[in-house]
């Protein structure tokens, strides 16, 4: 391009089409998959072999792995967990620590550290200050 912005010339530009995207069915893709796992160092050779990029090739290969199982031949998975208080105990006042931290990194860049215990009323003032920028 022409650095002159006054310049009255025009370029033309060529638009070349590319193609589509290939579409692999599941069937190619498995066994694509499977001869990437036939040796060792099979992934790069492979994917060339077929055109296809060698993160492509390793994304199936993901896909294609079987979901890994327990020793009760079961289906492994996150569970969610509670903490629950122990049967017949009564539950009891909840009892602030002097340990622990809390940081604050606000959008603007300001940065609040607490340590140790803090009332409700004074964490909530200083965050509302913060925040605003101001001071109550």
Known sequence: MDSDKGSDQVERLKVVDTGRRRRWSEDEKLRIVLESLRAPRQVAATARRYGVSRSLLLRWR??????????????????????????????GPIVPTN??????????????????????????????????????
Do not use: C, K, N, Y
Request: glycine share 8%.
């Open 62 to 91: 993901r896909l294609f792995r079987p979901e890994p199982l327990d020793a009760a031949g079961q289906h492994m998975a996150f569970v969610p967990a509670r903490v629950a208080p122990a049967p017949g105990a009564p539950p």
């Open 99 to 136: 340990s622990g931290a809390i940081e604050i990194e606000f959008a603007a860049g300001v940065r609040m550290r607490i340590t140790g215990a803090v009332d409700t009323a004074t964490l909530t003032a200083t965050v509302a200050a913060l925040a605003d920028g101001r001071p109550r």
